[in-house]
């Protein structure tokens, strides 16, 4: 049996999305909330969601994933009735603050969030601990008090890295020889960049070091060449963000002679809307437009080994916390990500001071006006 203690609850924490076409607005203003995307760009999103129906399908990889991941530590030998595992949003239902108030009710005091994004950035790492803090602040004013901490981004770990690569090397035997990788991710406002991790230019940085870690697990001959583009860029045209987009990368590709592509998704964990849409819907299409050949390697999100790796990140967080030094294992660039995000790490340029749980410098604030017993103060 391994013990989840301290914990006595975990909650797997998305971005949610819509799954009916009157859920698409409402779900994109939650997106947009305070984020300075301009109406079009919205009314453009809403689009590619009405082209699957308004149904976005990252609902249905986190019921997967969700399973696979109690069933994962239920291998590990946790008994989930001692620690359930919750399922929780920031953008759409089932909302976060739902969750925890009803993991509250059932009587978990302290839970270890995972989160559905492999590398730091305020996106991926800020903006959710935000999202807990909100939910911690509300609760503790309902006088429920608890303590949410999460496990380390995993963008180094061999269950996220190791099925991209499986994928990759079955990819190529479809290509014409000398054909290119395309390594894809979201890309974000340079200056989101810049302030990622706490040294600053984090997201950029992982990704080149799991793209490297992914080339050396190809059990190819030659490894390909490769470069790491972006997708999904929104925000005003007068603000610089990371490029080149994959589209114009596809077309660098064919004016230089590049006889294929293998498209990656590695800054995705599944198969959501920026990839369904983004890359199999529009990155496609321009491929053959170009008569370029082009294959979509796959997320990890579904495989096996990628809840294993979860779940052994879960325990060993546990563990970490019972005081019992685990070892701490990574298999790209250098060395096991933080487990408690040092202040102003991946900071909010908009609103520096907003609160943000799972840190060192988080203090839930104590409610003095509530008639509950005073909050328990948590870091
Ligand atoms: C780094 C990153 C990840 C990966 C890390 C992680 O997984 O968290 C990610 C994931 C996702 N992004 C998603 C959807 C959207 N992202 C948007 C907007 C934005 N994303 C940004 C960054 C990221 N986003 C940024 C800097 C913006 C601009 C607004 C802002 O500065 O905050 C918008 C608004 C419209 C638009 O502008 O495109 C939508 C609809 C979905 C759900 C897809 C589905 O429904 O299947 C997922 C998983
Ligand atoms: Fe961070």
């Known amino acids: 049996m391994s013990s989840l203690k301290p914990y006595d609850a975990v909650l797997l924490l998305s971005f949610g999305g819509p799954e009916a076409p009157d859920e698409v607005m409402p779900f994109l203003e939650n997106v947009t909330r305070g984020r300075g995307i301009p109406r079009e760009r919205l009314l453009e999103v809403s689009e590619h969601y009405m082209h699957f129906g308004g149904r976005s399908p990252i609902n249905d990889e986190n019921r997967a994933l969700l399973a696979n991941l109690r069933e994962q530590l239920t291998a590990a030998g946790v008994d989930l009735d001692q620690t359930p595992v919750y399922w929780g949003n920031r953008n759409w239902a089932p909302f976060t603050t739902d969750v925890l108030r009803e993991a509250h009710e059932n009587g978990a005091r302290r839970v270890l969030a995972v989160v559905t994004s492999a590398y730091p950035s305020y996106s991926g790492c800020r903006q959710y601990r935000e999202d807990l803090a909100e939910a911690l602040i509300t609760l503790s004013r ?41 390594f894809v991710t979201h890309s974000i406002p340079d200056a989101m960049d810049d302030a990622s991790g706490p040294q600053g230019n984090a997201y950029t940085k992982t990704h080149r070091e799991a793209c490297e870690a992914v080339l050396s697990l190809l059990a190819v001959d030659t490894v390909p060449e490769w470069d790491l583009v972006y997708c999904s860029r929104s925000g005003p045209p007068s603000q610089p963000w990371l490029e080149p987009d994959i589209g114009d990368h596809l077309a660098g590709l064919k004016n230089a ?5 293998v498209c990656v998704p590695i800054g995705f964990v599944s198969d959501h809307m920026e990839v369904v849409f983004d890359l199999d819907t529009e990155a496609e299409e321009i491929a053959q437009g170009l008569d370029l050949p082009f294959v979509r390697a796959a997320t990890s999100g579904r495989a096996t080994a990628f809840a294993a790796m979860l779940a052994s990140l879960v325990v060993e967080r546990a563990a970490a916390e019972r ?43 104590i409610d003095t006006s509530s008639a509950a017993a005073p909050a328990e103060v948590t870091r």
């Open 142 to 182: 309902e006088g429920r008090s608890m303590r949410v901490d999460k496990i380390r981004h995993y963008f180094d770990q061999d269950g996220f890295l190791s099925p991209i690569a499986e994928s990759i090397t079955e990819a190529l035997g479809t290509v014409p020889t000398g054909s290119h990788i395309a």
């Open 257 to 261: 002679g590049v006889p294929g592509v």
């Open 323 to 365: 005081g019992e030094n685990p070892e701490r294992g990574s298999q790209a660039g250098s060395g096991p990500w933080h487990d408690v995000c040092p202040a102003g790490c991946c900071a909010n340029l908009r609103n520096p001071d907003k609160p943000a749980a799972c840190g060192v410098d988080w203090v839930l604030p």
